[in-house]
């Protein structure tokens, strides 16, 4: 079984290496809509900016136009200062229906002076319960840093500022599902969770603080556009693109990377779900001992 699926995995990329991929980096006019908030959402900039703001009376929020099956895609955030306790900053990628996929970056606000949360979690057909927790070495408040998600056939890899902070495995040879056949919108939301978002709902929104203002710039993505249920990366058309323009379908970790990811998980994940006895008095899930051994 396993050898079977290391052939067919092989194949895969092999024809997605070998087919047109698209490349861009447009403006946010062009590649996005914001789809809730009441005028809360802006684009500003002639495309290059775009703004969510939240208050007492809603937060606001923003979808791609495009559906992405794989991509590496890269957005520059910088997330609401100050007193932002209770606020939640979600930039994710998620398909649609009963048995969804998605890849969640969302950042939980804190008091003044307090660091940010960076939640992650990973939902496959439905599925999720795969949260990891991280504090950020800067101010991500200060000055813009780029999020970036690369999900290819093979993994799925977090980073921040270009360092990997968490990678899972496409793990289908001993049964755990993984994204791979639902194309995918990148969203992201500005909204209120002080009912769990800081210190598990002990600390409230200070709505005196409002309006609360994440800002974005600079998206990018290197992906496989999903239309009238094909996607761009299985049509016969010729490729135009080099061997480096999609390298990101067979990317993974190399050693120093690597490093750099186990550095960050050492010095600044706070939770682990594959390290949490209590949660899992059974046993952890079995993708969890090959995160370990990686």
Same mark, same amino acid.
């Given at each position: @079984? =396993?050898?079977?699926?290391?052939?067919?995995?092989?194949? !895969?990329? +092999?024809?997605?290496?070998?087919?047109? !991929?698209? $490349?861009?980096?447009?403006?946010?006019?062009?590649?996005?809509?914001v789809t809730w908030g009441d005028g809360r959402g802006k684009i500003l900039n002639n495309g290059g900016l775009l703004t969510l703001s939240l208050d007492r009376g809603s937060g606001s929020g923003f979808q791609s136009k495009n559906e992405f099956?794989?991509?590496?895609?890269? @957005?520059?955030?910088? *997330?609401?200062?100050?007193?932002? $306790?209770? %606020?939640? %900053?979600?930039?994710? *990628?998620?398909?649609?229906? &009963? +048995?969804?996929?998605?890849?969640? #970056?969302?950042?939980?606000?804190? !008091?003044?002076?307090?660091?940010?949360? *960076?939640?992650?979690?990973? #939902?496959?057909?439905?599925?999720?319960?795969?949260?990891?927790?991280?504090?950020?070495?800067?101010?991500?408040?200060?000055?813009f840093h780029t999020y970036s998600v690369l999900w290819n056939p093979q993994v799925i890899i977090f980073s921040v500022d270009g360092t990997p902070i968490r990678k899972f495995k496409n793990s289908e040879s001993i049964g755990i599902p993984f994204?791979?056949?639902?194309? @995918?919108? *990148?969203?992201?939301?500005?909204?209120?969770?002080?009912?769990?978002?800081?210190?598990?709902?002990?600390?409230? +929104?200070?709505?005196?603080?409002?309006?609360?203002?994440?800002?974005?710039?600079?998206?990018?993505?290197?992906?496989?556009?999903?239309?009238?249920? /094909?996607?761009?990366?299985?049509?016969? /058309?010729?490729? /135009? +693109?080099? &061997?480096?323009?999609?390298?990101?379908?067979?990317?993974?970790?190399? %050693?120093?990377?690597? $490093?750099? !990811?186990?550095?960050?998980?050492?010095?600044?994940?706070?939770?682990?779900?594959?390290?949490?006895?209590?949660?899992?008095?059974?046993?952890?899930?079995?993708?969890? =001992?090959?995160?370990? =051994?990686?």
């Amino acid at each position: @079984m =396993a050898a079977s699926s290391s052939t067919l995995m092989k194949l !895969l990329l +092999t024809l997605l290496a070998s087919y047109a !991929l698209v $490349a861009y980096a447009g403006s946010f006019s062009q590649d996005f809509d914001v789809t809730w908030g009441d005028g809360r959402g802006k684009i500003l900039n002639n495309g290059g900016l775009l703004t969510l703001s939240l208050d007492r009376g809603s937060g606001s929020g923003f979808q791609s136009k495009n559906e992405f099956l794989f991509g590496k895609i890269d @957005m520059q955030l910088k *997330l609401v200062p100050g007193n932002s $306790a209770g %606020t939640v %900053t979600a930039y994710y *990628l998620s398909s649609k229906g &009963s +048995t969804w996929d998605e890849i969640d #970056f969302e950042f939980l606000g804190n !008091l003044s002076g307090d660091p940010y949360i *960076l939640h992650t979690n990973i #939902f496959t057909q439905g599925k999720g319960n795969r949260e990891q927790q991280f504090y950020l070495w800067f101010d991500p408040t200060a000055n813009f840093h780029t999020y970036s998600v690369l999900w290819n056939p093979q993994v799925i890899i977090f980073s921040v500022d270009g360092t990997p902070i968490r990678k899972f495995k496409n793990s289908e040879s001993i049964g755990i599902p993984f994204p791979k056949k639902q194309p @995918m919108r *990148l969203y992201s939301s500005l909204w209120n969770a002080d009912d769990w978002a800081t210190r598990g709902g002990l600390v409230k +929104t200070d709505w005196s603080q409002a309006p609360f203002t994440a800002s974005y710039r600079n998206f990018n993505a290197k992906a496989c556009l999903w239309s009238s249920g /094909s996607s761009s990366c299985s049509s016969k /058309s010729p490729s /135009s +693109t080099t &061997s480096n323009n999609n390298s990101w379908l067979k990317e993974d970790l190399d %050693t120093t990377r690597q $490093a750099r !990811l186990k550095w960050v998980q050492k010095n600044y994940m706070i939770y682990n779900y594959c390290t949490d006895t209590k949660r899992f008095p059974q046993g952890f899930p079995p993708e969890c =001992a090959i995160a370990n =051994a990686s």
